[in-house]
Structures are given as C-alpha cells and as structure tokens.
C-alpha cells in the first residue's frame, strides 16, 4: 500500500534555530499533502494544504512565516519551523492525498522538541 | 505491521439508517482513540474521540464504542444524512495522546438518498 514518511522522526533544537520536516510519498505521486500539529490529549490540527508548484494555503491562525511550507515535487512537501520557541514543541504530521481518489495517507509524525 | 486497521474500505447505507464503521487495533498500549472525517480534497476533520477509559463517547447523532478486550472501536452514525458521505479514518495513541497518532487507511461511507 502507499506509504508516506517524515523525516526526521524526533529533533531537538534550541529556541531561536529552524527546523525543517520532511514529508515524502513514497510509491505514488501527491499533488497534495496536508500538514497537521498534534496537541498533547487533542486533535489535530490542520495546519496547512501544500500544493505542488504553488503556495501553501494556509488555516485561520496559523503564521505563515513562521511555518514555511514547501511543496517542491510531486513527491516531497517540508514544513520549516522558523525560530523555534518552546511553546512550538510539538507532534506534527503530515499526510499525502492519492491523486483523484481522495485516498488520504499518513505519515508517522516527527516530534519536535524546542528547548 | 498495520496497528490500527479499518478493514472495510468501503460501505454504502441508506439515508436514515444506522451506519456502523469498524476499527481494529492491536498496539495494548493504546488509550486514546478518535474519529476523522474527511471529504475530497480536504483534510480530515476531527469528530469524535473516547479515552481507553470509557467505552462509550456519544455526540448528536455520532457515538463511538470501545471494546478494550477485543481491541476494537465502531462509529455509529444515526441516522445516517447524504451529508455524511465521506472517508472516515480511526486514528489512535498512546499515553492518553501524548504520542502521534497512528491511523486506519480508511472507510468511504456512501449514505444513499
């Protein structure tokens, strides 16, 4: 089945650096990949829609200078989290959309640690 | 290996009936389960959630069970609205959410008017 996976799975950092995840479809082709953070105990969050060759598209709330979506190829979306603070620790995940099916599949998630 | 499963991927239900999409999952250490919806082209959107605490979570027409010792989860949607038509993903986690959550590949639900 298609998979999607993150890179890296955990990092920590120190408040101030920038920290980029990578999200790769590995057997099929996504012109679309979503990224989400997960709160401790809640949902997630829908963050961001990446497109391939345009601009994300941004949710209600979320900075977009802060979180630099990325959507190079059809196979590749990175989420940059630009001078990261504590309060930016987080799970994020991403998930890729099979192309017309809407077969939506999930990558592992990538823990990030800001300290 | 798949820790959380929806073994159906597809299931049709005539409008005002009950729908019934299954989950299955074998990670023991699982404690916090939630339901997804998700339409084309759109992300997920959360919909429900039950803590491994429970075994029962009811929202409007929306109801999750838990069955710990089978290690299984179902989602009822009663009754079932054209509205409803769309891909539902299980998704589940460790201490109480407190790792990512691991998902189902999915179920289309058709409601049939």
């Known amino acids: 089945g298609a998979v999607v996976s993150q890179h890296p799975s955990r990092v920590i950092c120190k408040s101030g650096t920038s920290v980029k995840i990578e999200c790769r479809s590995l057997?099929?082709?996504?012109?679309?990949m979503f990224w989400y953070r997960q709160f401790p105990k809640q949902s997630l969050m829908l963050m961001a829609t990446s497109n391939e060759g345009s601009k994300a598209t941004y949710e209600q709330g979320v900075e977009k200078d802060k979180f630099l979506i990325n959507h190079a190829s059809l196979t590749l979306s990175t989420l940059t989290v630009t001078s990261a603070h504590p309060e930016d620790s987080s799970f994020y995940i991403c998930?890729?959309?099979?192309?017309?099916?809407?077969?939506?599949?999930f990558g592992e998630g990538s823990r990030l640690t800001v300290l | 290996d798949q820790q959380v499963k929806q073994n159906s991927p597809s299931l049709s239900v005539q409008e005002g009936r009950i729908s019934i999409l299954n989950c299955d999952y074998t990670n023991s250490m699982f404690d916090y389960f939630l339901w997804y919806k998700k339409y084309p082209a759109e992300g997920p959107t959360f919909l429900i959630s039950?803590?491994?605490?429970?075994d029962k979570n009811e929202d409007g027409r929306f109801t999750v069970f838990l069955n710990k010792s089978a290690k299984h989860l179902s989602l009822h949607i009663v009754p079932s609205q054209p509205g409803d038509s769309a891909v539902y993903f299980c998704?589940?986690?460790?201490?109480?959410?407190?790792?990512?959550?691991?998902f189902g590949k999915g179920t289309r639900l058709s409601v049939i008017a």
């Open positions: 998704a589940a986690s460790e201490n109480s959410g407190n790792t990512p959550l691991v």
């Open positions: 057997d099929f082709q996504a012109t679309t």
């Open positions: 998930s890729a959309l099979l192309g017309n099916t809407g077969e939506l599949f």
């Open positions: 039950i803590s491994s605490i429970k």
